[in-house]
């Protein structure tokens, strides 16, 4: 079964950084947009940042924006998440997953890994 494989996650204090990042083997991604998604316990898993297949375009979520920065290398087929200045409520379990293109419906990407947990100490 193809899944991405996520690495980075740990303890930090407020104020911290992180890099995650991911990798899907066996399948390239040059042809998919990767999105890195967030659930923290009793929430709904959400899309915190996405990258278009070529890396042309990002988006974040308001909630990240300025703190997060997504890059990748499809050399590597891997994809990258910084992020910085990080606060409280950043903490959960970060997953990355592919699609065709960016979207916020969580349902409709692919290749979900089992993720790596981010805690964000005050």
């Known amino acids: 079964q193809l899944q991405f494989v996520e690495s980075g996650g740990g303890l930090v204090q407020s104020g911290g950084s992180l890099n995650l990042s991911c990798t899907l083997s066996?399948?390239?991604?040059?042809?998919?947009?990767v999105g890195w998604f967030r659930q923290a316990p009793g929430k709904e898993r959400e899309r915190v940042s996405c990258?278009?297949?070529?890396?042309?375009?990002?988006d974040h979520a308001d909630s990240v924006k300025g703190r997060f920065t997504i890059s990748r290398d499809n050399a590597k087929n891997t994809v990258y998440l910084q992020m910085t200045s990080l606060k409280f409520e950043d903490t959960g379990a970060y997953y990355c997953?592919?699609?065709?293109?960016?979207?916020?419906?969580?349902?409709?990407?692919?290749?979900w890994g089992q993720g790596t947990s981010v805690t964000v100490s005050t």
């Open positions: 990258i278009s297949m070529r890396g042309v375009s990002t």
């Open positions: 066996g399948f390239t991604l040059d042809y998919y947009a």
């Open positions: 997953a592919a699609r065709g293109r960016c979207s916020n419906n969580a349902e409709s990407w692919s290749f």
